[in-house]
Each structure stands twice: as C-alpha cells, then as structure tokens.
C-alpha cells in the first residue's frame, strides 16, 4: 500500500463476522481500499469461529426478531452469493418447556413472533415428541417450534466473506495487534499497529470478547463484558435430529451438523475460575454429558469428541451496541451481541453500515446506540431471550 | 484384508497345543464362529475379513489401522452401540455386530461410486451452491449421508456415579516408564497416595487434565465397562509414550496400509494375523521389533534413509530383503492391498512388490496430548520433528507440579526413558529440589538428562522426504486426513490460493484433523507438509488446539448417577 493510503476512512478493529460483514456493506457503498481490517489473530480464531452456528428468530423484541429474520433470508442465499458453501440448514429451532413461568414466557415470544409473519407454532408434549423422538425427558410442557431457523457452519462464511473483501480491494490484516487507538481533541484520529499509526476518520469496534481491551486502549470504559462459554461435539451419528433444542433453565442447546456430530453447550458460571484466556474445563464434559443423557437418554451411548469454549461478548439489557460512541466521536461500537453475533451479522452490520455513512436506518436508535447506558435516554427494551 | 497373493496357511503361525476355543457371533445377521479372547478386528481377521467400513466423503474401502481406537478404520455397531472400534472389543458368544456404512452392504458398495465420480474432490467447501433451487434438495442428499453409525434405538442401563478419588500423585501411563515412576516415589515415600492409570491393563485412559478449583489438578479418566473416574490430585506425572506415525501416499487409506501398533494389535498376543506377506517400512527401533516379531512374514524391509548395521544383519538372518533409501509411491489393490509401488531415492528406479500389507514403522511420536491440554509449553524440536514439553533438569514442565518422561517427553531410548523416570519419581517423594519448575532449561542439570532427549532414531528425515515426494508427479488422488477424506491436493489448493498456510487455517478451510482420530495421524505430516510447500519453518506452520477429550470418551461415562 502506498503511504497516502494509510489514512483509511474506516478501520474496523476485529476481522470476525461482525467486522467483515460491516466491511462488506461499507466496501459496497465506498472506494474500498479506504476500508481497513485488523485482527489479532487468525481468521476465525475468535467467537466467529467457535460458535455453535444457531440462526434463529424467536425473541422477544421486535427489532431482534426482524433483523433475525433478514439474517436467515441472507443466509439462505450465501453459498451462491459468495461462493462457499455454509450449508445452512433450516430444521427449526424447538424452545422447550419444562416449568410453568417458561410456558408464559415462551408462548409471549410466540405471539409476537407470530405477529412479524414468521410461522411459528406451539407444539404440545405429542407433537415434541413426534418432533424429536429421541428427547425421552418427563415433565416437557410443550415448546415453541420455528420450522425457518436454522444451523449454519460458521467457518464458510467467513472465507466467503474474505474472498470477496479481498476481490473488491479491501485491505485485510490479520494477525495483526491493535495496541493503541489515537485520539486528538475528543475525536479518534486512527490506531496504532506494530508501532505504525493508521489513521482514519472512523474506528469501528467489533472485536466481540476483545472489545473492552479495546475500549480502554481509546481510554473508555466498557458497558460489556466478555463471558467464557463451552461447547462439545460428538462423534458424528447418522442424521437423526431435525431442530435445535433449547430449554430455558441453564440455557442448554444442542443440534446436529451436516456433518452429523451433536454440537452443543449450557451456560457455566465461570467467574470464580483462576485460570485466564480461553479454555476447556472438565466440569462443563461433565454438566453437558449429565444434561444430555437427561434430556435424550439414547444419546449415552455415543461418545464426545472434542469440546472447546469462546467469549461471548455480553451487554446489560441482551442487546447489542451498534453506532457511534457519545464519548468519542469517531469511534463506533459493533460488540455486545452476547453470543448471538453470527446469527445477527447480516442485517446488524447492514445498518451499522449506513450509521457510519450518516444515514437513517429503520432501527429505534434508543435501542442500539452505544449512548443508552449513558443514562441518557430512558425506557429502553430488554431482550430477555438472549441465552444459550 | 487376508492376503491371496500366496497360498493360505493361516495355522503357520498359530499358537500349537492347545485348540482355540470359538465363539457365534452375528455379523450383519449371518452367523459366524470366531476365536474367542482376541479382539474383534483381530478373530474376524483369522480368514478374509470383510471391509468393515466406507469413508465418509467417497466411500473409500477403509481397515485396521492404528490398532488404539483412535482411527476410523475399524468402527461398527456392536449390540447396538454405534461406532465401537473393532480393535477395542473382545466379543462374547452371541455378540451381534453391524457394519454401518455403504449400500448395499459395506463390502460390496455401490456408493463407492463416488470416489470416480469425484475423481479429484467432492467440493463441499465451494460446490453445491448453484443454482439456489437446488440448495434445499443437496442439502438433503448430501445430510443422508452424514455420519458413521446410527443412534441407538433404545437407552443403555444407567451406569452407576461417576467415582471420585483424591491422592497426591497421578501417574498417566503404565508402561515400563511410568511403573518404574511409580515404584521409586512409592519406595521413596511411604506416605504418598499414588493412582496409576494404566490403559493396556486397566483399560484405564485419562481424558481430560487441567487445574481443579483449588490447588492441584482435576483428571477424568474414563474406563472400559465402568463409569468415568474423576482424580483430584496434588501432582501429575505424564508418562504417555510414543505411537507410531501415519504416511500419506496414493492408497495409504487402503486395507492392509497400518501402523506397527495396528499389527501388533492384529495380531494380539497369540501372534495370529491373515498376512502372508508384509513389507514393513522403516529403519528404528520400532521397525527393528516388527521383523523380529513378524519376520517369518515379512517380505522386504524398506528404510527411508539407511539401516544401521545390527538391523541389517537381523534382516539377513530371516532372510528379509532390504531395500534402503526408499520411498513409498503408491499402494494399489481394490478392497484391499495387493502391492506396493517402492522408488530408490537415489536411482530413481521403481518397484513393484505384492504384499498383503504394508506396515509403517518409520516414525514414533509422542502421545504429549495431555500435556498440551494441561497448558505446558511445547517445544518445536527438529530431529523428532514434533512438539515435546520444555522441562526442568527434573523433569518438571513449565506447570508446577506437572511432569513428563519417558518417550511423550523425548526420552526415546529404553535408558534414558526410564532415567527420566527416576529423577522425576526422586523430586515427586521428596528427596529432591521440589516446585523448581520451569524455564529453567538453562540451570544446572546435573544428570545430563536433558542433553539425551534428543531422539535417537532421528525424525528429522521426513521434512526432506516428503519435499521429495511432493515433486513427484501423481495421478490418483491421495488421502491426507482418512477420517474426514482431505485430500493432500485439497490442502496443496488452499497453499496456491494463497490462505494463511498455517496449521490453525487449513485445518478450517478443509477439515484436515477434525476428525474422529483428533488429527493423531494426518497433523504431524501436514505440518511438514506445508512446510514443505510454503518454505516456511515448521514452527510457522504452527499447530492446532489440542481439545479435550484425548480419547472420545461415552456420554453415560460422565453422566451415570442422576
């Protein structure tokens, strides 16, 4: 790159599905040698790579569920958009039931639902069955079944995404370290790679689990915070399994990849733990084989493969933050998805994209804008379905 | 896999005097009368054994091969549970076994098809994506079939709790190396609790090590017949040996192409295999083993470098041809090996040899799987062209209270393995520096220990042996991963694409070592082999997380109990 392009207009912190996708959508309304990419590890080595593929629609606030919506439209259309298969599978999603306040809560969610088009259906403890004859648990009360949601293989998606980033000129750094973003007089004047200043008139930060890190390199505190979560494998079995299953009480989901292995996770507290980084502990192989075996005791003969755990980047009302930081101009927040990042990329950065253009966009800016936890603006939703 | 190139005479090698008592077991529903008290992969070897299993993308004929449950060469449905490893399983009289894979049936399958169809690859990374009508349609062919066995049909009996178990000194390992460990700590101080986990014996393989909640470690070991053992436990020491190395070449995922490991388990104790004639390749300790304990059956030995002169003479003595220098072409033969194309690495000249199987024996590796997982720094070490512990003059890694020996730590040879042992074992009861653990590689050592962890039988051969082999030209396409069906010219794409070319990005872009053996046998050569294309050190290539479970490790193991 020449010495005059390293002033970029945008510099997006964080090369995972929220960062690449804010490329994509910025690179189609700019010149995009003026859009940057840096990432401190490998493509997909972060939550974009370590996510369980989950692409669902059921929630309880209204602009989660339309932009859950576009989402699985975009989705459908990937592998012949960008050329790499993500085999995106759409066998439902089935939330289930166990206690009386879950049934209220789900079929809330389910009206709503309803109400954007979605054909969603409330299924009694027969048709569960009928749905997934191998969830032989008592006392399931019924769940909520959304035959359009989906599972999708992440890693396609963001080699889809790369390879037409770099068709169209974007520069992509990855392994790359941020380790200052500049700012001069209030507004951010670039960042700080391996001791070379990049500047930039926007810095855009989607480093999802990294995102405080990078906050406070801008000298910001964070309103999210990253949460270790873990997932497991099986060996890959025979097609068997149609939906995700999801219960309400710990969180716990599991479905069945293309390739045939039951992937799937439950919510661990981990903030007593001592130990740092990213890692897998043998407490989350024994609480999600107990959970399994109760929930399809059939699968107590099949063997785990492999586990692994990633962060999700978690915000205080479940939903994330989108557009530009109040306390510094310039400087845009992409993060907070907590855990819900990939499923939501397409049509979130969509509307990022047009924020760092000063357009309008059909969301409520009270709901995503970083200045909500400000204090500033009250009455804000929660999602409350912001789980597993 | 039985060998017709000579006449059968399967009784040569048995053991005499006493007859075999036999066993009834049905095999896809026909009955059929096998030796009993030998593992299954191995009776049903006794005459021609039936492909036991497709590969997943094209259908390829796969067999016996690691002989350690860690491959996807022997899996079937045995009373009902899917993907038991035949190696593994001593079948009892009216055990009823199912091969899971190809259509019609796994030995005669039509779906094999697919490996001509596809003749260079099946592209699921980029194909089936056009046109978008077709999306749902291929998405549902393509998940038929996914998959290698399928789920039970009814429940197991809930297994009893998981046992918990609190000592002072976990030892993983019962080999020579870690007994002796064992037995010098336990001499040393009467006071220390001491587990053992041995896996030959006991059946006992620790999964999972890390940090327990307070001080110490947490192990699950999981355990044949019996529920999963969680160990807390103030120490561990790791003495996990060494497994013998997998090859990529044209036909390595043939029946009949496998491990010394995987005739030795074949063979069993009793020493009884269906080849006739094998060509084992190597020149180590390992291969020095084989011949002696095969040589009556072993037709040629072919080294990748030079023999060293006792392994010769042995050779000479059983009348075993000897070829040196050599490399592996190519393996041909249908369901099964038939022969083996050979080149002289120096002449260039080619051969062709019939043989039943091709046993490799050319390289050990260390099992440092657990040590990885437990957060140990690992070291790139050039002649044994692999990952080993950095460690204290005491054996310590740089976690305080971890130890490694033996080979898993680079102590290769018999002497220095159990040295390790021993001065491990004299810090662990106490009677030398404790807790000095460490980086400090630099400070005094005063046994010379670590200056022996340099592998004896040098490693560092293949580097140059498979840039060798990579300039070849090839035909057919060649299997990198068997489990998952990478191909070496899928991840030779992926390098001209220009990718990342390290490890942590190929294996995402193709799958290679994402499958069932975890990467055991593809990973150590694709490191080298992108090496090799990019130029790169293999250290830049790098490597790829090593996730627990070391062992696929059964759901009801961990949740017996509720």
Redesign the interface.
């Given at each position: 790159m020449p010495s005059e392009a390293s002033h970029y207009d945008t510099i997006i912190i964080g090369g995972g599905v929220i960062g690449l996708y804010t490329a994509f959508h910025l690179s189609a309304r700019m010149d995009p040698r003026k859009v940057l990419v840096v990432d401190r590890t490998f493509p997909s080595g972060g939550a974009s790579g370590r996510n369980g593929g989950g692409v669902r629609q059921q929630w309880e606030s209204k602009a989660t569920i339309r932009l859950a919506k576009e989402s699985v439209q975009t989705y459908s259309r990937f592998g012949r958009d960008f050329g790499f298969n993500p085999w995106f599978r759409q066998g439902g999603y089935l939330f289930l039931a166990f206690r009386e306040e879950e049934r209220k809560t789900l079929q809330k969610m389910e009206r709503g639902v309803r109400e954007e088009g979605l054909p969603i259906r409330w299924l009694d403890p027969a048709a569960v069955h009928a749905l997934v004859e191998e969830l032989e648990v008592p006392g399931i009360l019924g769940g909520t079944y959304l035959p359009t949601d989906g599972v999708i293989h992440p890693f396609p998606v963001i080699w889809g995404l790369i390879s037409e980033l770099k068709r169209r000129g974007v520069e992509l750094r990855y392994r790359t370290e941020v380790s200052g973003v500049e700012t001069v007089s209030g507004g951010v004047r670039g960042v700080r790679v391996q001791g070379e200043l990049l500047r930039a008139d926007r810095v855009v930060n989607a480093a999802g689990g990294w995102s405080q890190q990078i906050n406070s390199l801008a000298g910001l505190p964070s309103f999210t915070k990253p949460t270790l979560h873990e997932i497991l494998a099986t060996e890959p079995v025979k097609p068997f399994l149609k939906p995700m299953v999801v219960t309400l009480g710990r969180g716990t989901y599991f479905s069945q990849t293309m390739r045939g292995e039951i992937v799937g996770g439950l919510t661990m507290d981990h903030s007593r733990s001592q130990r740092q980084g990213l890692y897998s502990s043998g407490e989350f192989l024994v609480e999600m084989a107990r959970e399994l075996a109760r929930l399809m005791p059939r699968v107590a003969d099949v063997r785990i493969l492999r586990c692994w755990s990633g962060y999700y980047d978690d915000s205080p009302d479940g939903l994330p933050l989108l557009g530009e930081d109040p306390r510094l101009k310039g400087f845009y927040q992409a993060n907070g998805f907590g855990g819900h990042g990939f499923m939501l990329a397409p049509s979130s950065t969509a509307r990022l994209a047009k924020i760092l253009l000063g357009e309008r966009t059909d969301l409520d800016p009270h709901w995503i804008s970083p200045d909500r936890f400000t204090g500033q603006i009250p009455g804000r939703p929660v999602e409350g379905l912001s789980l597993g | 896999m039985a060998d017709r190139s000579r006449p059968r005479s399967s009784k040569k090698d048995a053991p005499t005097g006493q007859p075999t008592s036999r066993i009834t077991i049905y095999l896809n529903g026909r009955k059929r009368s096998i030796p009993s008290g030998r593992s299954l992969s191995s009776a049903l070897s006794e005459e021609h054994i039936p492909v036991l299993v497709r590969s997943?993308k094209y259908h390829r004929p796969r067999g016996q091969y690691c002989g350690t449950g860690q491959c996807a060469g022997c899996l079937v449905r045995h009373n009902?549970?899917?993907?038991a490893r035949a190696c593994q399983i001593v079948p009892e009289d009216g055990d009823v076994v199912e091969t899971?894979s190809g259509w019609p049936s796994t030995e005669h399958d039509l779906l094999s098809l697919m490996d001509r169809v596809f003749s260079q690859k099946m592209d699921?990374?980029?194909?089936?994506?056009?046109?978008?009508v077709l999306?749902r349609p291929y998405?549902k062919v393509?998940?038929?079939f996914?998959?290698?066995?399928?789920?039970?049909?009814?429940?197991?009996k809930k297994?009893p709790s998981?046992e918990q178990k609190t000592v002072d000194l976990l030892i993983v390992g019962g080999g020579a190396t870690g007994r002796a460990a064992e037995q010098a700590v336990i001499e040393g101080s009467i006071r220390q609790r001491v587990h053992l986990s041995d896996r030959r014996v006991a059946g006992e393989s620790v999964v999972?090590l890390?940090?327990s909640?307070d001080k110490g470690f947490?192990?699950?070991v999981s355990r044949k017949g019996l529920p999963a053992l969680?160990v807390t436990s103030r120490k561990v020491l790791v003495a996990t040996g060494s497994y013998d190395a997998g090859l990529f070449f044209p036909g390595s995922d043939l029946p009949g192409v496998l491990t010394g490991e995987g005739l030795e388990s074949l063979a069993g104790e009793q020493g009884v295999h269906p080849f006739q004639s094998i060509v084992v390749f190597g020149g180590g300790p390992r291969t020095r083993r084989l011949v002696k304990r095969f040589g009556s059956r072993v037709k040629l030995l072919a080294a990748p470098t030079t023999l060293s002169e006792d392994l010769r003479q042995l050779a000479r003595s059983l009348e075993i041809e000897v070829v040196e220098r050599s490399m592996i072409l190519s393996a041909q033969g249908r369901n099964r090996l038939r022969s083996v194309l050979l080149q002289d690495r120096k002449t260039g000249e080619q051969r062709r040899v019939r043989a039943g199987a091709l046993v490799l024996a050319h390289r050990v590796l260390p099992n440092a799987t657990l040590l990885f997982?437990a957060?140990a720094v690992m070291q790139w070490r050039e002649g044994g062209s692999a990952y080993f512990p950095e460690l204290s003059p005491r054996c310590e890694t740089t976690v305080p209270g971890l130890f490694a020996v033996g080979s898993a730590a680079g102590f290769l040879d018999p002497t220095s393995s159990l040295e390790s042992a021993r001065c491990a074992a004299e810090t662990l009861a106490g009677g030398g520096q404790s807790g000095k653990n460490a980086s400090s590689q630099s400070s005094s050592d005063p046994a010379g220990l670590l200056a022996k962890r340099v592998p004896q039988e040098d490693n560092g051969f293949m580097l140059e042996y498979l840039t060798e082999f990579l300039r070849l030209p090839r035909t057919r396409k060649t299997v990198l991963c068997p489990c998952e069906d990478v191909t070496l010219e899928e991840v030779e794409g992926v390098v001209k694409e220009g990718w990342?070319p390290?490890l942590?990005?190929v294996k995402?872009?193709t799958g290679t070592g994402m499958g069932?053996c975890?990467g055991r046998y593809c990973v150590p050569d694709s490191i080298l082999l992108l090496s090799a294309l990019t130029g790169r050190s293999p250290e830049a290539i790098g490597f790829m997380?090593q996730?627990?479970?070391v062992w696929?490790?059964?759901?009801?193991?961990?949740?017996g109990g509720?």
């Open positions: - | 997943l009902g549970v899917p993907m899971e699921t990374l980029r194909g089936f994506t056009r046109p978008l999306r998405l393509v998940r038929s996914s998959g290698l066995g399928a789920m039970p049909d009814t429940a197991p297994s998981m999972y890390g940090p909640e947490l192990a699950l969680q997982q957060g990342d390290t942590e990005v995402r872009l069932l975890q997380t996730r627990p479970p696929p490790l059964r759901i009801g193991d961990l949740a509720r």
